[in-house]
T-cell receptor
Framework: NAGVTQTPKFQVLKTGQSMTLQCAQDMNHEYMSWYRQDPGMGLRLIHYSVGAGITDQGEVPNGYNVSRSTTEDFPLRLLSAAPSQTSVYFC???????????FGSGTQLSVL | AQSVTQLGSHVSVSEGALVLLRCNYSSSVPPYLFWYVQYPNQGLQLLLKYTTGATLVKGINGFEAEFKKSETSFHLTKPSAHMSDAAEYFCAVTKQGAQKLVFGQGTRLTINP
């Protein structure tokens, strides 16, 4: 099992550009989520999904879109990148019990 | 709403010394509590969790934590620090059936030789 796979590992964007961060899991998990990690602020939930076709907003959803067309994939789209979106992004998944989150290795994004 | 406060953004201990990382939570319902560890340039991995039952829970790498309802605390301890314990540690809270896990700000643990 690969677990949770995120791509790319690093990305540099210019202000206003759009891009998609990819996330895939091979554990047949219902629940998937995106977090951003900023120094001194811990991890903050951006969006999450409890199953294919179902998504909802987290704590900091503005500027980001998600979709969940399959159980395996949960891409995160930045519509028009801003410097405030410079961060490390983590995708995580879990089974229905939610008792353990499995994290990807992260994407380091810089917006200039 | 649930919340977590980790006391101390940076803790430094000597190799072989006791490790104590503090976590206090706020929850109006019985909480589920977690400690995650993040090694440099990696994602987070679960260290231990409390859901129900025994209030002293043991995790990987010799760590343990005790749920104290009266103190709304879930402090993480290890009797003897090892150099490999250097990492960032996150406390998190949720509740049964909830969709969201709320993380604390993190505590960076440094081990001095």
């Amino acid at each position: 099992n690969a677990g949770v796979t995120q791509t790319p590992k690093f990305q540099v964007l210019k202000t206003g550009q759009s891009m998609t961060l990819q996330c895939a899991q091979d554990m047949n998990h219902e629940y998937m989520s995106w977090y951003r990690q900023d120094p001194g602020m811990g991890l903050r939930l951006i969006h999450y999904s409890v199953g294919a076709g179902i998504t909802d907003q987290g704590e900091v959803p503005n500027g980001y879109n998600v979709s969940r067309s399959t159980t395996e994939d949960f891409p995160l789209r930045l519509l028009s990148a801003a410097p405030s979106q410079t961060s490390v992004y983590f995708c995580a998944s879990s089974s229905r019990s939610r008792e353990k989150l499995f994290f990807g290795s992260g994407t380091q994004l810089s917006v200039l | 709403a649930q919340s977590v406060t980790q006391l101390g953004s940076h803790v430094s201990v000597s190799e072989g010394a006791l490790v104590l990382l503090r976590c206090n939570y706020s929850s109006s319902v019985p909480p589920y509590l977690f400690w995650y560890v993040q090694y440099p340039n990696q994602g987070l991995q679960l260290l231990l969790k409390y859901t129900t039952g025994a209030t002293l829970v043991k995790g990987i790498n010799g760590f343990e934590a005790e749920f104290k309802k009266s103190e709304t605390s879930f402090h993480l301890t290890k009797p003897s620090a090892h150099m490999s314990d250097a990492a960032e540690y996150f406390c998190a809270v949720t509740k049964q059936g909830a969709q969201k896990l709320v993380f604390g700000q993190g505590t960076r643990l440094t081990i001095n030789p």
